[in-house]
Nanobody
Framework: QVQLVESGGGLVQAGGSLRLSCSAS????????MAWFRQAPGKEREFVAT????????DYADSVKGRFTISRDNAKNTVYLQMNSLKPEDTAVYYC?????????????????WGRGTQVTVSS
């Protein structure tokens, strides 16, 4: 049974920073790509960032490029999302997702495993 558990969400003022973590168990974490998605109220789930199995390749949505950084520690079975210069429009539930491929892609349908999400709220 694969489990992904997110943490690190919270309330922050615009311009602030948060670091999300996703702890994985139940599979060979280091062999697969991981990603972060987010979903705001009334909107569809959208791609935020993805990282390949080795950490050597990353991809970001244009809306977060230059502000967010995805990373992973395979020894700890954990993937991170460092979020800087946060904006009110970043407010959403953030989900960690595990792929069945070694390189990450953007469509959420390509991810077989999902966490329950962590709320990020950015006040103006």
């Amino acid at each position: 049974q694969v489990q992904l558990v997110e943490s690190g969400g919270g309330l922050v003022q615009a311009g602030g920073s948060l670091r999300l973590s996703c702890s994985a168990s139940g599979r060979t974490f280091s062999s697969y790509a991981m990603a972060w998605f987010r979903q705001a109220p009334g909107k569809e789930r959208e791609f935020v960032a993805t990282i390949s199995w080795s950490g050597g390749s990353t991809d970001y949505a244009d809306s977060v490029k230059g502000r967010f950084t995805i990373s992973r520690d395979n020894a700890k079975n954990t993937v991170y999302l460092q979020m800087n210069s946060l904006k009110p429009e970043d407010t959403a539930v953030y989900y960690c997702a595990g792929s069945v491929w070694r390189v990450g892609v953007r469509p959420p349908a390509e991810y077989a495993y999902w966490g329950r999400g962590t709320q990020v709220t950015v006040s103006s």
